[in-house]
């Protein structure tokens, strides 16, 4: 089983809210004691975060479900629910994060960053909320805001100093073998490696400070027309996007004959078409496999250094140069951070969408949730979710949108009858009931 996975899917599920609960005062010598009913806990949220401890998306493939806890019900004696404790999903720097459209929302490409995946639903109020003047009693609470859940996108887009690029079999994972720890499998046949393969590399005397450390990526072998996916392309050349200097491999004695600069080209066509700026990344073109050349043939010009991974010659050359290549990258990208970066979506507003003549619904999560939470089929309840839907402004949206008195408006499971005449009272009702006409008078065509 391959220990290195780049791609995954998660399905993020926050908790959900508690119950706000419905209680009344009961003491002795207390005959009419008030409502008391605490509110709900909040349900956890999802996050996830960005780590250097993470190497692959290995631990999402057999197991993408991550759930938050709910949060506790309300109580009475005005006892409130605990909060759902937020649950954090480490996962690899350089993470992407996709919704099913394949849109990317986030992409944690430092460690500490965090992303808002999946919010947990809001707690319910108790009935002690609803006490006013007008209302001493009320019998009804709010019940828990179901948690958000989705399933998203994740991939894997390697962080590495450097990128060995080149065909297949032309000598990749035996020169991060050499250079570094890493323990390729090397085969001689091509597609060997299937999957990156990273390497830290250190060059100079660790004694000093002249010692520099980077990461190498063996990159699997590219083939003509890998831009457009051929060979799994597209999946080995996102793993190149983050690299700060390429290493382009050439064969001096490739089976097929074709020469160095060739290949050179074939490789900088593919990735100018897969992203045109890593034309413009520090490269150095290298020429692999000099153990083979036969007698005294020259080396081809678009070679700038020759060496062998096998004996070893030309190795301390690639590696000085890497160093310099790689410490002046660093010098040129270093932004410094100052705090932790916290990704959040954007609050979403209120929308009205056409349904038909005469008919309209209202979109937007508060207005969903002060509908969702109510028990509508009590009229306090159903009077207090109308109440809210008019402060968050769904008279002005409507009126913005074209709505005309008498007509259907829909906001979750309650409809009803929308009047812009301050004289008119709304109609209101759940699908599949008969509607009831509500008394007073006022201008409350969603309030």
Request: proline content about 6%; glycine content about 14%.
């Amino acid at each position: 089983m391959s220990g290195f996975v780049d791609e995954a899917q998660l399905h993020a599920k926050a908790g959900d809210g508690g119950a706000g609960a419905v209680s009344f005062r009961r003491e002795a010598h207390v005959d009419r004691g008030g409502p008391d009913g605490g509110d709900g806990g909040r349900g956890g949220d999802v996050w996830l975060v960005s780590t250097n401890n993470q190497a692959s998306l290995l631990g999402f493939r057999d197991h993408p479900h991550r759930r938050a806890t709910d949060g506790v019900h309300g109580q009475g004696k005005r006892k409130h629910g605990a909060r759902g404790p937020d649950l954090e999903v480490p996962v690899p720097v350089g993470t992407v994060v996709r919704d099913r459209n394949g849109e990317v929302l986030c992409d944690l490409a430092t460690p500490g960053e965090r992303w808002l995946a999946a919010e947990g639903g809001r707690g319910g109020r108790g009935n002690a909320r609803f006490l006013s003047n007008r209302r001493r009693a009320p019998a009804f609470g709010e019940q828990g805001e179901r948690g958000e859940e989705r399933w998203l996108g994740i991939e894997l887009k390697l962080m590495a100093d450097v990128a060995l690029v080149g065909f297949p079999n032309v000598g990749k994972s035996t020169l991060i073998s050499v250079v570094s720890a890493a323990k390729p499998k090397i085969a001689d046949y091509p597609f060997t490696t299937l999957e990156p393969n990273l390497g830290v590399v250190r060059v100079g005397d660790p004694s000093s400070r002249d010692l520099v450390e980077f990461v190498m990526a063996d990159i699997p072998g590219l083939v003509e027309g890998a831009a457009e996916g051929r060979g799994l392309g597209h999946r080995f050349l996102r793993h190149i996007e983050r690299a700060r200097v390429l290493v382009i491999l050439l064969d001096l004695a490739p089976a097929d004959g074709t020469t160095p600069s060739t290949q050179l080209s074939v490789l900088l066509d593919e990735l100018g078409r897969y992203q045109p700026d890593l034309l413009e990344r520090p490269r150095l073109v290298l020429g692999s496999k000099a153990d083979l050349l036969v007698g005294d043939r020259a080396v081809d010009p678009a070679c700038e250094l020759v060496l062998s991974a096998v004996t070893g010659a030309g190795v301390p050359a690639l590696l000085g140069r890497l160093a310099t290549l790689v410490r002046a990258a660093r010098a040129a990208d270093e932004v410094p951070v100052t705090s932790v970066v916290v990704h959040r979506p954007l609050p979403e507003g209120i929308g009205v969408e056409r349904l038909g003549p005469g008919r309209w619904e209202i979109t937007g999560r508060a207005a969903v949730r002060a509908v969702a939470l109510s028990d509508l089929n009590d009229p306090g309840a159903l009077e207090e979710a109308l109440g809210r839907l008019g402060r968050l402004g769904v008279d002005r949206a409507l009126e913005r949108a074209g709505a005309a008195d008498g007509d259907e408006v829909e906001v979750g499971e309650l409809s009803f009858t929308w009047y812009r005449d301050e004289s008119a009272a709304p109609v209101a009702a759940l699908p599949g009931t008969p509607r009831r006409r509500r008394s007073g008078s006022g201008r409350r065509g969603a309030s």
